[in-house]
């Protein structure tokens, strides 16, 4: 293992749900990410977070709120989300952000989310 | 505009031979360039990291080329194994970022 886990594996809701992610890291990182991956498209970033700051919210609708109450984890709540959110949702960690040391991220295994 | 493009069709190759996958950037000025893999429902892996100044890296089987003036790394897997099937992904960092930026991976099917 990774050292990262996230919970749940698998979720299936409904449009008017809401339900949380989350995503626990045991390496003693800084830094922590969520991505979201579809089909035949580049891992997308979503949410950066450094010691606990955002820093990085890259275009994401505000249906996908992340939080990050301390370094080691990290929860994305999802409401009111469209079928087209359906995806796998990746979270990340490295030791500090990747433009101040040639770090490497070190990915859970995502959850897989359907969106009826 | 900037963009990392890989490969999206599937590799095939017979085991025991090498497999080679591209990696090419525009309008990116990196510092340094990382390959994972990615299995079916999982999340990528770390291989390798290649910096600016580096024209090779190396591990086991594994090797990775950087050429800045092509805007193109290699990714190669000498003696193929079946265990190699995977997607690989490259991702490059530029200077003061906050992110990787990935490509969209390279599906590898080594057949026996």
């Known amino acids: 293992e990774t050292g990262v886990t996230q919970t749940p594996r698998h979720l299936v809701m409904g449009m008017t749900n809401k339900k949380s992610l989350k995503c626990e890291q045991h390496l003693g990182h800084n830094a922590m990410y969520w991505y979201k991956q579809s089909a035949k498209k580049p891992l997308e970033l979503m949410f950066v977070?450094?010691?606990?700051?955002?820093?990085e919210n890259n275009s994401v609708p505000s249906r996908f709120s992340p939080e990050c109450p301390n370094s080691s984890h990290l929860f994305l709540h999802l409401h009111t989300l469209q079928p087209e959110d359906s995806a796998l949702y990746l979270c990340a960690s490295s030791q500090d952000l990747p433009g101040l040391v040639t770090d490497t991220q070190y990915f859970g295994p995502g959850t897989r989310l359907t969106v009826l | 505009s900037q963009k990392i493009e890989q490969n999206s069709e599937a590799l095939n190759i017979q085991e025991g031979k090498t497999a080679t996958l591209t990696c090419n950037y525009t309008?990116?000025?990196?510092?340094?360039l990382q390959w994972y893999r990615q299995d079916p429902g999982r999340g990528p892996v770390f291989l390798l990291l290649i910096r600016e100044n580096e024209k090779e890296k190396r591990k086991e089987r594994l090797k990775v080329t950087f050429d800045t003036t092509l805007k193109q790394s290699l990714f190669h897997i000498t003696a193929s194994q079946p265990a190699d099937s995977a997607t690989y992904l490259c991702?490059?960092?530029?200077?003061?970022?906050?992110?990787?930026?990935f490509g969209t991976g390279t599906r590898l099917q080594v057949f026996p």
């Open positions: 309008n990116y000025s990196p510092a340094y």
């Open positions: 977070y450094s010691l606990e700051e955002r820093v």
């Open positions: 991702a490059l960092a530029t200077y003061n970022t906050d992110k990787l930026i």
